[in-house]
């Protein structure tokens, strides 16, 4: 199982999102633009194994 992590927002504190994710082979997105999220997301997505990503 991968853990993925979207911050939103400025406040977002990377290295500890990566901290989290990174065991589990996951990622770490951070969208400081809200309206920015559907991209992230997608990028996010794209991670998952089998998704041509």
């Known amino acids: 199982m991968q853990v993925v992590a979207i911050g939103i927002g400025t406040d977002v504190s ?3 999102l990566t901290r ?3 065991t589990t082979g996951g990622g770490v ?4 633009d809200p309206a920015k ?3 992230i997301f ?10 041509g990503g």
Not at 29 to 32: D, E, H, L, R, Y
Not at 43 to 50: D, K, N
């Open 29 to 32: 997105f951070i969208a400081t």
């Open 37 to 39: 999220i559907g991209e």
């Open 42 to 51: 997608l990028q996010a997505i794209a991670l998952r194994p089998g998704s």
């Open 14 to 16: 990377r290295p500890e």
């Open 20 to 22: 989290i994710s990174q």
